[in-house]
C-alpha cells in the first residue's frame, strides 16, 4: 500500500493535484512506518518536500527537509544528509537566511558527492550557481555573483539555466546602474523564459495524454 500512495503521489504532482498528492502521501507515510520500513517513509518525505515548494509553503517544506537531514545523519547517511540541507539552499536564500544558508552551503559542498575537485557540481544541477549568485547578491559580494552566474550561463545548456543566469546577470548588471548590460541580460532572459514556457507546455500534454 505504502509503495502504490507512493506512486499515485508522483503522478499527481505531475498533474499539478498537490492538494490530492498530500492527501495520498500521507498514506503512503502511515503504511510504510506501520511496515516498519522507515527508508520508504523518507521517500515520501522527499515527495513531500517538492509539494509543499509547489505551492509555495517554504516554511513547511524546509521543516521537511530539516527531518529528512536529522534522518540521515543519524544513521551516518552523509551524502544524502547533505543533499537534503542541499535541497534547502534555495528557500533560505529566498527568505532572506543567509547565516544559515552559508553553513548548509559548506555542508553540501564538502559531503553531498556531487561536487568534484575543481569545486564544480555535477552535470545537470548547475541551477545551484544561480542560487550561489543570488547570495554573494545579497552580500554585495558582486565579482562573485558575477563569476557564478557567468558559471551557469557557460555550463548549463538547458532553456532553465540560461534564464536563471541571464536573469541573474541582469539583476547584477541593474545594481550596478549599468543599463545597456542590463537590458542586454533582460532581453536574453525574456527570450529564454518563452522557450522554457513552451517546453513545460509540450511536456503537460504528454504528461496528460
Known amino acids: 500500500l505504502s509503495r502504490v500512495y507512493g506512486q499515485m503521489g508522483v503522478i499527481y504532482y505531475q498533474q499539478n493535484l498537490i492538494s490530492r498528492q498530500l492527501s495520498v502521501l500521507a498514506k503512503a507515510e502511515k503504511y510504510a512506518l506501520l511496515a516498519n520500513d522507515?527508508?520508504?517513509?523518507m521517500s515520501d518525505y522527499w515527495q513531500k518536500c517538492n509539494a509543499y515548494e509547489w505551492v509555495g509553503n517554504t516554511r513547511a517544506a524546509i521543516s521537511v527537509l530539516d527531518t529528512l537531514a536529522s534522518f540521515y545523519k543519524s544513521r551516518s547517511m552523509s551524502e544524502s544528509y547533505a543533499r537534503a540541507l542541499g535541497r534547502s539552499i534555495p528557500m533560505l536564500i529566498a527568505t532572506g537566511n543567509t547565516a544559515k544558508a552559508m553553513s548548509y552551503i559548506s555542508i553540501y559542498e564538502r559531503l553531498s558527492g556531487l561536487f568534484d575537485n575543481h569545486g564544480d557540481i555535477a552535470q545537470g544541477r548547475e541551477i545551484y550557481y544561480f542560487h550561489k549568485g543570488i547570495l554573494c547578491l545579497k552580500q554585495n559580494s558582486l565579482?562573485?555573483?558575477?563569476?557564478?552566474f557567468r558559471k551557469e550561463l557557460h555550463d548549463g545548456k538547458d532553456y532553465n539555466n540560461q534564464n536563471a543566469a541571464s536573469k541573474g546577470l541582469y539583476m547584477l548588471y541593474d545594481m550596478m546602474h549599468m543599463a545597456d548590460s542590463a537590458a542586454k541580460y533582460a532581453i536574453y532572459s525574456y527570450a529564454m523564459n518563452d522557450s522554457v514556457y513552451a517546453q513545460m507546455e509540450t511536456e503537460t500534454i504528454g504528461q496528460m495524454a
Open 143 to 148: 565579482d562573485s555573483a558575477e563569476f557564478y
Open 38 to 41: 522507515t527508508m520508504a517513509a
